[in-house]
């Protein structure tokens, strides 16, 4: 055997298997084996195939799959979760990534099938994943009951868990009033209410998300109260605040409605205003942080929108007067990797 035959490539292995581990994660969270390990552990492949409704030979695979992946602890006793699928994996952990992750195996995954059309064709691929077609992300979302919940589900899970990162990036404390566009379930507007206890925070979402938004109860230890608006921020008017913030919301569009909503809160911002924004950040040459980058991908197979560079963004918003762009990474694991903010004077305007 020459040298180089006997070189393993070990990162395109691994990459070649990583879909395979992304669904055994999915598989086991569906089936809340995670759960069932939270109530009661040790417990062998018997018990929870006997307990799930599941055969024993796939469920002794899938809790093997899962304990080499340091997702679960196998001893002679059985299987237990690890620290981390209590906090983050169970539906009741205090960091919960199921509705993500249930999100990521409905929705996306069918949407990544559809990724070589969608590189072909540079458009969205919900028609293809989903066989319908409609003009806009969010309807699609939101004509189900149960689609709607899966997403805000999947969306509160993300925002919770990045909501201290974003809410303490910058001081935000001169500011009283803040208004959260597209703010879903108030998961970033309680963070900030507890944080900046005179802070008095506003959702401003779709009526259908409004609608649903009771469901998502925050935890007792925030005590603050939320308002929350109904209404759409490219035609309605929006709430007065002296901080718009915009968390995960210019991803999902291209640069001419970006500047519609732009333009919008722009107008009625008053000197001392602000704005907020927390998104993925791509680094200038492109080339890396591969997480943004994939983030990317999945905006291309659902959305008209793409993760964009801080220079970018600050572009952008410079092109509607907000000066002072500064940007900071949070370093956050997942989706919210850099909140950037502008605390603008509007001396420009
Ligand atoms: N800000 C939340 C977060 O960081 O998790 C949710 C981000 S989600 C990707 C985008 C949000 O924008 C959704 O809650 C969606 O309903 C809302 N949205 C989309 N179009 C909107 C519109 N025209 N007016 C108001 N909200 C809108």
Redesign the pocket.
């Known amino acids: 055997v020459s040298d180089s035959a006997a070189k393993v490539p070990s990162k395109i292995l691994d990459l070649m298997d990583g879909f395979k581990a992304s669904k055994a994660l999915f598989v086991a969270s569906k089936l809340k084996m995670f759960d069932h390990l939270k109530k009661r552990s040790p417990l062998n492949a018997v018990d929870i195939a006997n307990e799930i409704g599941t055969s024993v030979c796939g469920t002794e695979r899938l809790l093997d799959a899962c304990a080499a992946l340091g997702l679960l602890e196998k001893t002679p006793q059985g299987y237990s979760n690890t620290d981390s699928a209590n906090t983050y994996l169970a539906s009741d952990g205090e960091y919960s990534l199921h509705g993500y992750i249930i999100h990521s195996n409905d929705h996306l995954w069918p949407l990544f099938t559809h990724l070589e059309s969608a590189v072909k064709e540079g458009s969205r691929q919900n028609h293809r994943a989903f066989g319908k077609k409609t003009e806009d992300l ?1 309807n699609d ?2 004509q189900s009951q149960e689609v709607k919940q899966r997403f ?1 589900a999947a ?2 899970s ?2 919770h868990l990045t909501a201290r990162d974003v809410a303490t990036a910058f001081d935000l404390s001169e500011f009283k009033t803040a208004c ?5 379930t108030g ?2 507007a309680h963070e900030l209410t507890q944080i900046y206890p005179h802070m008095k925070v506003t959702v ?3 009526p ?2 409004i609608a649903n938004s009771s469901c998502f109860q925050p935890s007792e230890r925030y005590t603050a109260p939320v308002t929350f608006v109904s ?6 008017d929006l709430p007065e605040a002296d901080l718009y913030i ?4 210019l ?2 569009w291209p640069d001419e409605k970006i500047h519609v909503l732009l333009n919008k809160i722009s107008t009625v911002c008053r000197p001392g205003c602000g704005i907020l924004l ?1 998104e993925m950040i791509l680094d200038d040459e492109k080339k890396n942080r591969s997480t943004a980058l994939l983030q990317s991908l999945n905006m291309l197979v659902q959305t008209e929108g793409k993760e964009r560079s801080g220079s970018e963004y600050r572009g952008l918003l410079e092109e509607h007067g907000f000066s002072k762009v500064k940007i900071k990474l949070t370093g956050n694991f997942v989706l ?1 990797a850099a909140p950037h903010i502008d605390i603008a004077e509007k001396s420009v305007f």
């Not at 959260?180 to 879903?184: M, Q, V």
């Not at 209404?231 to 309605?236: E, P």
């Not at 915009?246 to 919301?249: A, E």
């Open positions: 969010f979302y939101y805000m969306m509160h993300i925002a959260d566009l597209g703010g879903c998961a970033l401003f979402d779709l259908e998300v209404g759409d921020f490219f035609t309605d915009l968390s995960r919301v991803h999902d927390a919210l």
